[in-house]
């Protein structure tokens, strides 16, 4: 009897088809990734309260909340607890509540949009010259050294105060003073892969710079990156805070967490919830940011 050869699990009979078994192995990570991340606590309370502050920033205008600006005379500094005032109201009758949420917004996209940026240009700028060492590593790093040099709050005052108040000078100031360290990430990272084995095959295979840069290095090194990106994703909110506070960011009456610590701290002695209760909730969300960093970082080394 002749014997019928079987085909193989994943041909389908199309060329260039998407073989089962990878796709498996992809989703089984994934599944793996999403269990170790969720048995950690801290990390998952994190991540909700984050999503939290960013969901009710995004629906702020379907809460039903007052305007932010909107001011009641007789309600000015009114304590927590008031009808209507749930978190009390600022010295000048603005509902306290209704500005964290709006302020949210802005002191959720000042942290957000520069470490982003920051972590692209990290990438661009660490990845090839990390691979390709030389004079051409030496040079980068050094110009990175340079800023090194700087305290990070102090570099930060430096290009805010160069550039001039407002949100997009705010954005461009914390972006400059991360991209040394989220290239010093990808620099370490790159170093300790080109020496792997899997990139000498590569070489040896005919695959050029960029190829091995874009389809050996990067995904290998992106997950440091990330993990160190949502860690520092707090501290920037705190820094572009505290540029509002200095008067160099968000200019007022615009909501933004660290204009409400400013203004509040005119008032502490008398009403100390105004500037109170903004703080409080940067401190909350940054902390938020470390522990879901933590989190990244063990879910993907499998800790």
């Known amino acids: 009897m002749k014997a019928v050869k079987r085909a193989p699990a994943f041909a389908t009979g199309t060329a260039g088809a998407v073989p089962a078994r990878p796709r498996l192995v992809r989703r089984d990570r994934l599944h793996g990734f999403l269990l170790r991340y969720g048995r950690d606590r801290a990390a998952v309370c994190g991540a909700a309260a984050i999503a939290t ?16 600006n909107a001011a009641v005379d007789t309600m000015r500094m009114a304590p927590p607890g008031t009808p209507g005032f749930v978190l009390g109201a600022d010295e000048e009758g603005r509902n306290i509540l209704s500005r964290l949420v709006w302020g949210g917004r802005i002191s959720l996209l000042v942290g957000t949009v520069p470490t982003a940026m920051a972590a692209l240009l990290g990438l661009l700028i660490g990845l090839p010259s990390a691979y ?12 990175m050294d340079i800023l090194f040099a700087f305290p990070m709050v102090l570099l930060a005052v430096a290009v805010a105060g160069i ?5 997009v000078n705010q954005v461009i100031a914390i972006a400059i003073v991360l991209i040394p360290y989220t290239t010093r990430v990808v620099r370490n990272a790159v170093v300790i892969e080109r020496q792997r084995e899997y990139i000498e095959a590569a070489r040896a295979l005919g695959a ?5 840069v874009a389809l050996h290095l990067l995904p290998n090194v992106i997950g ?33 967490w660290g204009t409400m610590v400013a203004s ?17 909730v940067i401190m909350a969300v ?9 989190g990244l970082r063990d879910a993907f080394t499998g800790g």
């Open 264 to 280: 509040g701290k005119n008032v502490v002695q008398i009403a100390p919830h105004v500037a109170a209760i903004p703080g409080v």
């Open 163 to 167: 550039l001039g108040p407002g949100i």
């Open 53 to 68: 502050v960013l969901l009710a920033g995004l629906m702020a205008p379907l809460l039903g909340l007052p305007a932010p």
């Open 286 to 294: 940054a902390v938020a940011f470390g522990y879901v960093g933590d």
């Open 224 to 256: 440091p990156l990330i993990v160190y990106a949502t860690s520092m994703l707090g501290l920037m909110i705190v820094a572009g805070s505290g540029l509002s506070f200095l008067g160099l960011g968000v200019q007022p009456p615009t909501p933004d």
């Open 132 to 143: 390709t060492g030389g004079v051409f590593e030496i040079i980068v790093m050094r110009v």
């Open 208 to 212: 050029g710079m960029w190829r091995i």
